[in-house]
Structures are given as structure tokens and as C-alpha cells.
């Protein structure tokens, strides 16, 4: 008899069967320009794998939307396949370029976690969990539009029923809003300037 699928698996096929209309699906989509032909399987996994390692963390931080240069190729918010590559195997890489991608909210968020010792109790969602980039540019980034936080929001409370998180802190006024009074704390988004102002709120808060 084959055992019923946890709540994961069901969660990252949810995300891998939405149509998101111009937004990028990580986990459904391949851009054969940029990625391996194997590249939405490969941050599925990924993705499986992250959460898998985090039920009932310390803390979730909710950020806005995956970024190009994090999300988008390594299929978890707020980190790029800098961060996959110091983890090691089971994750990988997914984008063609050699080195892989590196992203300077995912170093910020992620060097905090590691400076306080929490980076395995503590896990990354993102508001709208695919990338949002301008027509015709996929290695860029953009605000996501209103019906594109409505389409995530699902995603979100699952993602949130699923972990079980200890408290929840918003990363910027979009997943703020979001969120609503289940966000305990909140702090700046790293990016646009917001880097000193989201670390110390970090390590206040997480410290």
C-alpha cells in the first residue's frame, strides 16, 4: 500500500502544478538559456530537502518575493546556490553557470543565522514564492503586483501550517501586510539600502 504524501510533497506539487501567469515558476518552469534540463525537478528537490530539515523551527522569516540571483535558481527564499554549495550534497545547483549565482540579501540573511548559530532552527519563506521579473528580462528583478501577493498568499499559510513555526517575522512591509497580526515582529528588507537596519533587527530579535 503506498503511505499517503506528506505534507511537503504536497505542498512543493501544489507550487510545481500553478500556473503563475508572467511570473517565473522555479519549480515548474526550465529557461533553457539559463538553467539545466533538469533544473525545476532539481529545486524541487531542493525544497524537499530544506523543509524536511526545519518542522517547527524556532522562528520562519517571511520575505517578499524569490530573487533572481537566490530563489529563482536554488528553490528556497533567501538564498542563493552560494549558500546550497557550502550545505552540500543532497542540494545543488540548477542555473548553467559554472560558479552558480550569489545574492547579497541571501549572504545577509544567511551570515546572521550563522554568526547566532540558528541557521538550522530557523527557516525562509517568501510572501510570493516565485520571481517576479520585467518582460523579457528573467535575470531581473520587480515588485510583485497585488494579484501576485493574492496568489501566494495560499501558499503562504500552508507553508506556515506546515512548519509550525515558534513565532514569525516579517522581512519588509510587503510580507508585513501579508501577513497580518500573525507576524510577531518585523524588520527592514536587506535590499535598497536596508542591510545594517535588517541585520541588527535580526540579532535583536533572534539573538
Avoid: K
Avoid at 506556515?160 to 497580526?181: N, Y
Avoid at 510577531?184 to 541588527?200: I, K, L, M, W
Amino acid at each position: 500500500m503506498t503511505p499517503p504524501p506528506d505534507g511537503a510533497s504536497v505542498l512543493i506539487d501544489l507550487l510545481a502544478g500553478c500556473e503563475t501567469g508572467r511570473l517565473f515558476n522555479p519549480y515548474r518552469a526550465v529557461d533553457p538559456l539559463h538553467d539545466a534540463a533538469d533544473g525545476a525537478a532539481t529545486r524541487r528537490r531542493n525544497l524537499a530537502t530544506y523543509l524536511a530539515a526545519r518542522s517547527a523551527p524556532r522562528a520562519l522569516l517571511v520575505g517578499e518575493a524569490m530573487g533572481w540571483r537566490g530563489g529563482r535558481f536554488s528553490g528556497i527564499a533567501f538564498t542563493s546556490e552560494r549558500q546550497l554549495a557550502d550545505w552540500g550534497a543532497p542540494y545543488a545547483q540548477s542555473s548553467c553557470r559554472p560558479a552558480g549565482w550569489t545574492e547579497a540579501s541571501a549572504t545577509i540573511i544567511h551570515g546572521v543565522l550563522a554568526e547566532l548559530g540558528i541557521e538550522d532552527s530557523v527557516a525562509l519563506w517568501n510572501t510570493v514564492p516565485f520571481h517576479p521579473h520585467p518582460p523579457d528580462r528573467p535575470l531581473a528583478n520587480r515588485a510583485p503586483l497585488r494579484g501576485e501577493v493574492a496568489l501566494g498568499l495560499g501558499f503562504l499559510d500552508q507553508a506556515i501550517a506546515l512548519l509550525r513555526p515558534e513565532r514569525i517575522i516579517a522581512i519588509g512591509r510587503v510580507a508585513e501586510g501579508s501577513l497580518g497580526d500573525r507576524a510577531t515582529a518585523r524588520v527592514r528588507h536587506p535590499a535598497q539600502g536596508g542591510a545594517t537596519a535588517c541585520r541588527d533587527g535580526l540579532r535583536r530579535l533572534l539573538g
